[in-house]
């Protein structure tokens, strides 16, 4: 049995992970509405004070640089197996809850480890498991982000219905704690040819990578123009992606077909992580992020001109924010090398956040006076065009400028 698990260890490092993206993003972000409407019923809270648990995201942007560096002295293992069963045990411990406040403990317990569970781990495991695949098996791994952003609504709008919005809780949790358990036994940090697993092999792999340390990154250019890009990049799936319904009805396209946009851009998001994941092996990820800048500033002219460019430029932009997320991680590596990924990393995720706390008032605040999402679309193009052309600053690894 031991030796079946060796022989197919890297695959099931890519399927833990695969699985973790998919219930992570799955029960944080596409299943959070479903919930809102029975707590509402159940505690008489308003639908502010529940949403407002979604601004603990902020504190896992700020908690990332530490996770990052706790990766980078311990490993990937124990972040991804402590991050998942805190989400599990924030979801179990739900239908205790009788206060607003449990509410936000519990919130805040959930998101306080969440750059642990996707982007930082994928981004240190993938590259030692398939070093000369790891751009597409990046790809691959989240595309579990999409998958996870079908099947968790899914099992919890069935478990809603049949036993009520307690056991739908209980449901994402026992997910997140198997998962945690799924990490404990499967994940290991170590080369493919390695032939140690004991304890002290992860500190082995980590001691025998190479790359910058985050006090001489930050002294680069390289640093800044991908902290740029990826902040400014960050803008179509904070500001064009959850407008999308309502600026296709303001097109005058009918609800019903202006719902599509969501199922357009989940296939899209799952067809491009794994494509771009392939191109930045074939053109650098640095380009292949360019690629996708452009092809969003493409896209959302096109969601702005008729709707007929509208539905043309759906799956353009689809497309290239779907891939911003794999080639994220991609984009730090090619830049910085490995060895301090988790720390460098984790410092450009809490600035690459700022975007979601700014697209959505811009967009509402272009709407409320505009009465239209055209000029909030056309200034996140420029933003786009801004992002791609800062990247032409960024280094391959090797070839860094200091600042």
């Not at 006090?215 to 500001?239: D, E, K, M, P, Q």
């Not at 992580?273 to 990820?285: C, D, Q, V």
């Not at 600035?351 to 996140?380: C, E, R």
């Amino acid at each position: 049995m031991t030796r079946l698990l060796d022989e197919n260890r890297r695959w099931l490092v890519l399927g833990t992970l695969f699985l973790a993206a998919g219930a992570n993003v799955g029960s944080s972000n596409y299943a959070f509405g479903l919930f809102v409407e029975p707590l509402e019923t159940t505690f008489g809270w308003s639908r502010t004070a529940i949403s407002a648990s979604l601004s603990f995201t902020a504190v896992g942007a700020l908690a990332s640089p530490i996770i990052g560096r706790l990766m980078d002295r311990h490993g990937a293992r124990p972040v991804l197996v402590i991050s998942l069963a805190l989400m599990g045990i924030s979801f179990l411990v739900r239908p205790a809850m009788t206060e607003l406040w449990h509410w936000y403990g519990l919130s805040f317990l959930q998101f306080i480890g969440i750059s642990g569970i996707t982007v930082l781990p994928a981004g240190r495991l993938i590259p030692i498991w398939f070093p000369s695949s790891h751009g597409r098996m990046m790809g691959i791994t989240v595309a579990g982000i999409n998958v996870g952003g079908i099947t968790i609504p899914f099992i919890v709008n069935v478990t809603l219905g049949a036993s009520g919005w307690q056991a739908a809780y209980v449901a994402m949790g026992v997910i997140a704690v198997a998962l945690a358990a799924l990490a404990l036994l499967f994940i290991r940090e170590r080369p493919p040819d390695a032939q140690d697993d004991s304890a002290g092999a992860a500190q082995d792999v980590i001691s025998r990578m190479s790359g910058l340390p985050l006090s001489a990154a930050t002294r680069t250019r390289s640093f800044y123009a991908i902290v740029g890009a990826l902040a400014l990049g960050n803008f179509g799936h904070a500001g064009v992606f959850p407008q999308l319904i309502p600026h296709f009805t303001e097109l005058g396209v009918p609800a019903t077909w202006a719902a599509i946009t969501v199922t357009v851009m989940a296939v899209a998001g799952l067809i491009s992580k794994p494509t771009f994941g392939y191109l930045s092996e074939r053109m650098t990820a640095r380009r292949a992020m360019m690629l996708t800048l452009s092809g969003q500033c493409v896209g959302s002219v096109l969601l702005v001109l008729s709707p007929i460019t509208a539905w043309a430029g759906l799956p353009i932009f689809g497309v290239s924010m779907g891939a911003h997320s794999a080639l994220m991680p991609l984009l730090v590596q090619e830049s910085f090398g490995s060895r301090h990924f988790g720390s460098i990393m984790g410092t450009v995720t809490m600035f690459t956040l700022i975007p979601f706390g700014l697209a959505p008032i811009i967009a509402g605040l272009t709407f409320d006076v505009m009465q239209s999402y055209t000029l909030a679309y056309l200034g996140f193009a420029v933003l786009f065009v801004v992002a791609a052309a800062g990247l032409t600053q960024m280094r391959i690894r090797g070839e860094n400028e200091f600042v």
